[in-house]
């Protein structure tokens, strides 16, 4: 099962989410709502290299994708979701600074 770590405030999050809906092969962990989900992301977000761009952006790394060998990835793409439109742009949202939210 892929772990998608996600908020609902975050307008990429909410497009993979909705490219997800009803699709067993995906367990959505809502950061937002969940300290214990939130402290599981943090640690990944503070240990997982596939987080250095974007902290260096100033990027929070959601949507996160955890794949089923543990692989961590901040592209849909390799979780298997396919962007429709510029959906998933690069740097596009939930920047630590505001910009782009």
């Known amino acids: 099962m892929i ?4 908020m609902d ?7 993979a989410k909705r490219a997800v809906s009803g ?4 367990e959505i962990i809502d950061i937002g709502t969940d300290v214990h989900a ?5 640690n990944l977000r503070d240990t997982d290299p596939a987080f250095s761009e974007a902290k260096r952006h100033g990027s929070v790394g959601i949507p996160c994708f955890v794949l089923d060998d543990g692989t961590v990835s901040l592209d849909p793409e390799a979780a298997g979701i396919k962007p429709s439109g ?11 600074d505001g910009k782009g939210c």
């Open 3 to 6: 772990r998608i770590y996600s």
């Open 9 to 15: 405030s975050c307008p990429d999050c909410i497009s």
């Open 86 to 96: 510029n959906e998933f742009e690069p740097g596009a949202s939930c920047s630590i």
């Open 23 to 26: 699709n067993s092969k995906y």
């Open 38 to 42: 939130l402290k599981e992301f943090l």
